[in-house]
């Protein structure tokens, strides 16, 4: 019943920008946070940033001062704005909510991923 839709992704230089976003749908009664991970090939999944409802952020250190995170709690929505981009930053991005019941329990949701390509 909730759903995670990912967009934006694409192929861009060197230096050059791009903006994600992810809106989940379906029966969502709160998201806790929500955050964007990266896999690219032959590596290990990981975390690139992660924003609370209240809005505290988190980023992964190749990343910070480069990427922003940023939601609309109202419309379950987060993007990711990516400047400067690196070769290295190629991977595919997923999209990840922590959705919370009304116990307050938490539960993983991943959107299907989007390939972001930074190549010259």
């Known amino acids: 019943q909730v759903q995670l839709v990912e967009s934006g992704g694409g192929l861009v230089q060197p230096g050059g920008s791009l903006r994600l976003s992810c809106a989940a749908s379906?029966?969502?009664?709160?998201?806790?946070?929500m955050g964007w991970y990266r896999q690219a090939p032959g590596k290990q999944r990981e975390l690139v940033a992660v924003?609370?409802?209240?809005?505290?952020?988190n980023y992964a250190d190749s990343v910070k001062g480069r990427f922003t995170i940023s939601r609309d709690n109202a419309k379950n929505t987060v993007w990711l704005q990516m400047n400067s981009l690196k070769p290295e930053d190629t991977a595919v991005y997923y999209c990840n909510a922590d959705l919370t019941d009304l116990n307050h329990r938490k539960y993983p949701y991943w959107g299907q991923g989007t390939q972001v390509t930074v190549s010259s």
């Open positions: 924003i609370i409802s209240g809005g505290l952020t």
């Open positions: 379906g029966s969502i009664f709160s998201i806790y946070a």
